[in-house]
């Protein structure tokens, strides 16, 4: 995967602005109880999340591009690899995922709520999104990958969700991830991707 200077300037930036985000939502998190952090931690967050939420995030937009350039070409996708106009896509997708992040801790208490309005939501955005089966594959990859990795933290000690149903995390989590796809998106096409590119920048 070869990247221009300015495209990796981009995702630099994507990253460490996804990242910031979420560890103040996180923080959150932590404020409404919906997750433990074990001591020692930084007024109860682990020292680590913010490093764990880069590293993160630096994968999934390195799997973003491989996904890009080499899912089937019958899976449509042009849209996903094509430089944003404009930053009001990013900007909204990011509010969503925010609004989202934090419903999930202040709600917490409230499961089923949070389950039918993750997922209801979802599919509705998924049948209006422009590449649908494409942001399906994407929403599912860091639907999986996401809960399965915070479930094995959570298994090895390193946090604690304070109502699990399933390997350690809510079932409402996958959910959060699903949503985080539409924002990885925008923040790709706008970040990295240049109004004239036409497809991801990988070979």
């Given amino acids: ?30 404020m409404t109880h919906t997750l433990v952090y074990p001591p020692p931690t930084i007024d109860g967050q682990a020292w680590w999340v913010f490093p764990c939420f880069f590293m993160a995030f ?4 390195v799997g973003y591009l491989i ?31 925010v609004m989202v992040y934090l419903l999930s801790g202040f709600a917490s208490n409230h499961p089923l709520f949070l389950n039918a309005l993750f997922y209801g939501t979802f599919m509705i955005r998924l049948s209006v999104a422009k590449d649908r089966l494409f942001m399906a594959v994407i929403g599912l990859v860091l639907a999986v990958g996401g809960a399965f990795a915070e479930g094995v933290f959570a298994m090895m000690g390193l946090m604690d969700y304070s109502r699990p149903d399933f390997f350690y995390v809510p079932a409402w989590l996958p959910g959060l991830y699903l949503h985080g796809a ?22």
Avoid at 17 to 30: E, P, Q, R, S
Avoid at 58 to 61: C, E, G, L, N, T
Avoid at 67 to 95: C, M, N, W
Avoid at 186 to 198: A, H, M, P, Q, T
């Fill in 67 to 97: 996904f890009a350039r080499h899912l089937p070409e019958k899976i449509e996708r042009e849209y996903s690899q094509t430089g944003g106009g404009d930053l009001s896509g990013l900007v909204e997708s990011f509010l969503l995922f």
């Fill in 182 to 203: 539409f924002a990885l998106r925008e923040g790709v096409r706008n970040l990295i991707f240049c109004k004239s590119d036409r497809r991801a920048p990988l070979r």
């Fill in 1 to 30: 995967m070869l990247l221009n200077t300015q495209q990796t300037r981009g995702a630099a930036v994507l990253v460490l602005m996804a990242a910031t985000v979420a560890t103040l939502c996180d923080k959150v998190h932590v």
């Fill in 58 to 61: 630096s994968i999934m937009v």
